[in-house]
C-alpha cells in the first residue's frame, strides 16, 4: 500500500505496472554526443547559513568557458551538464534574463559542445521555497519560458532537460536536515510533494511547447542496510529506507501520489548519481567502505545497484554524477569503468557517464574548503581559479575509457 512517507509495492503488483508502462522510448536512439560527460557545478542554492552560493561565477566557469571546453577535447568529452541558475535568471517573478544562458549555449554551440541543462540545481529565487503555494506554478513558468527561449534559437536540435536536480536529496536537506530552503526538521516528504509537484508540472508545460524534449532526471542511487547482528525491524526499517529512494521517480511516473500528475509517459533517461558514501547501515549512518579489501559483506556492486535500477523502470539509464576527493580519485574510476563496463556488456542501456565535478568545487558552506574531487584541481594562487589537471585521474580515465570500449566497440577513445 502507500503510506505517507513510505510506500511498498507488492510483487504482483509491481510486475503488473511494469506491463502496462509505455515503452516507447526504449526504442528512440542514445540522444549524446559522448558516452563520458563533463558536469560543471552549478548549485545556487542558500547554504547551512543562508548565504547564496553561486558555483559557476565561483569556481570560475562562466570566466572560463571557452578554456573549460577546450581542455575536453582531449578526453573525447563532447556532452556537459550544465545549469541556468534558477535564482540568477528569475531574480523578478515571472521575468527572465536569459543573457548568460545565451552566452553560454552561444559558446558549446561553437565548439561543438552538447549541453543537457538543469533548470532547478538545489537553488530557488529567492521569494520561494517548495512549500510555496506557487512553487509549482512559477516553476512551470520558468519551464516553459525556457524551451520557447531555446527553440528561439536552436529550433532543430535535441534539448535534453533535468527539470530538478536530486529531489530525494533535496527534500531531505531541505525538508529534514535543516540545511538549506525552507530550513525545515521532519518535513521532508512534504518538501519532496512540493518539489515534484513542480516536477510534473514543468515536464507536462515543456512537452505541451515540444513533445521532442527528452527528460533526463537525476536521483541518488544508494544503498541503505541495517547494522551489524540487526534485530528484525531494524532489518525491516533498513528495507523500508532504501525502497524509498525511488519514490521521486515514482512520483514521476505516477505510481506513487498519482494526484500530482504524473504519468509512465514521462520516464524517460533515468539518470543515477553515486558516490563514495552512497551506501551505509540504517541508524548510526556509518557508511561501507567500497575499496577494502576484504569488503563489508553488506557492500554491493555498484554494476548490481544500476542494474537494480534499470529493470525496476525498463529506461536507458546513465550515471549522471560521480567523483572522489583526494588521492583516491584515481582507483574511483577505475572501479567505475570496471563496473560500467559490465553494465554495458551485460545488455544494459547504459548511455553515458557524468564526471562531476570536472572541475574542483568548495564545499557549498564554507567555500574556503575545496573538495580535490574534480579532473582539474583549481589554482586558487589566481582570479578566477586556474585549471591544474591531475594526471593520475587523467589516466585512470583514460583506462576506464577503454574498459568501455571494449565493451561497446562503436565507441572511439583517445
Not at 15 to 42: K, R
Not at 231 to 251: G, P, Y
Not at 319 to 347: F, K, N
Amino acid at each position: 500500500m502507500f503510506t505517507k512517507g513510505y510506500h511498498t509495492i507488492s510483487p504482483l503488483a509491481y510486475s503488473c505496472m511494469l506491463n502496462t508502462t509505455n515503452n516507447t522510448h526504449l526504442s528512440s536512439s542514445n540522444p549524446f554526443h559522448s558516452f563520458w560527460w563533463a558536469g560543471f557545478e552549478c548549485t545556487d542554492q542558500l547554504n547551512c547559513f543562508g548565504n547564496r552560493v553561486d558555483f559557476l561565477p565561483l569556481t570560475g566557469h562562466l570566466a572560463l568557458l571557452k578554456e573549460d571546453y577546450e581542455h575536453l577535447g582531449p578526453f573525447n568529452i563532447r556532452t556537459v551538464r550544465e545549469g541556468i541558475r534558477w535564482s540568477q535568471v528569475e531574480t523578478r517573478a515571472y521575468q527572465y534574463d536569459w543573457r548568460v544562458v545565451e552566452t553560454m549555449m552561444t559558446e558549446g554551440h561553437r565548439q561543438g559542445i552538447q549541453q543537457v541543462w538543469d533548470l532547478c540545481h538545489f537553488g530557488y529565487p529567492d521569494d520561494l521555497t517548495p512549500l510555496h503555494p506557487m512553487f509549482a506554478r512559477r516553476f512551470a513558468a520558468l519551464c516553459r519560458a525556457f524551451v520557447h527561449f531555446y527553440r528561439d534559437q536552436y529550433p532543430n536540435d535535441t534539448l535534453i532537460v533535468t527539470p530538478i536536480n536530486e529531489v530525494s536529496f533535496m527534500s531531505w536537506l531541505g525538508g529534514d536536515a535543516c540545511g538549506t530552503s525552507p530550513y525545515c526538521t521532519k518535513q521532508g516528504w512534504e518538501v519532496k510533494v512540493g518539489l515534484m509537484r513542480a516536477y510534473i508540472e514543468g515536464v507536462a508545460a515543456m512537452r505541451e511547447i515540444d513533445p521532442t524534449i527528452r527528460i533526463l532526471t537525476t536521483e541518488p542511487l544508494i544503498q541503505i542496510v541495517p547494522p551489524l547482528d540487526a534485530t528484525e525491524r531494524q532489518i525491516i526499517d533498513a528495507a523500508i529506507a532504501d525502497e524509498n529512494q525511488f519514490q521521486s521517480v515514482d512520483m514521476l511516473a505516477g505510481y506513487l501520489s498519482p494526484e500530482l500528475g504524473g504519468s509512465p509517459d514521462f520516464l524517460d533517461i533515468l539518470g543515477f548519481n553515486y558516490y563514495y558514501n552512497n551506501q551505509w547501515a540504517l541508524g548510526n549512518h556509518i557508511f561501507l567502505p567500497w575499496n577494502d579489501p576484504v569488503p563489508d559483506p553488506r557492500w554491493v556492486p555498484f554494476r548490481q545497484l544500476l542494474t537494480k535500477a534499470y529493470r525496476r523502470y525498463n529506461r536507458p539509464i546513465a550515471l549522471t554524477e560521480t567523483s572522489h576527493p583526494g588521492i583516491d580519485r584515481p582507483q574511483w574510476i577505475d572501479m567505475i569503468g570496471r563496473e560500467c563496463a559490465a553494465v554495458v556488456a551485460s545488455g544494459v542501456p547504459l548511455w553515458g557517464v557524468c564526471l562531476y565535478p570536472i572541475v574542483d568545487r568548495p564545499d557549498w558552506d564554507h567555500t574556503d574548503y575545496w573538495h580535490h574531487s574534480g579532473l582539474w584541481d583549481a589554482d586558487l594562487t589566481v582570479n578566477p581559479p586556474g585549471r591544474v589537471l591531475y594526471q593520475p585521474y587523467a589516466d585512470s580515465l583514460l583506462r576506464a575509457q577503454q574498459a568501455v570500449a571494449q565493451a561497446i566497440p562503436e565507441l572511439v577513445y583517445p
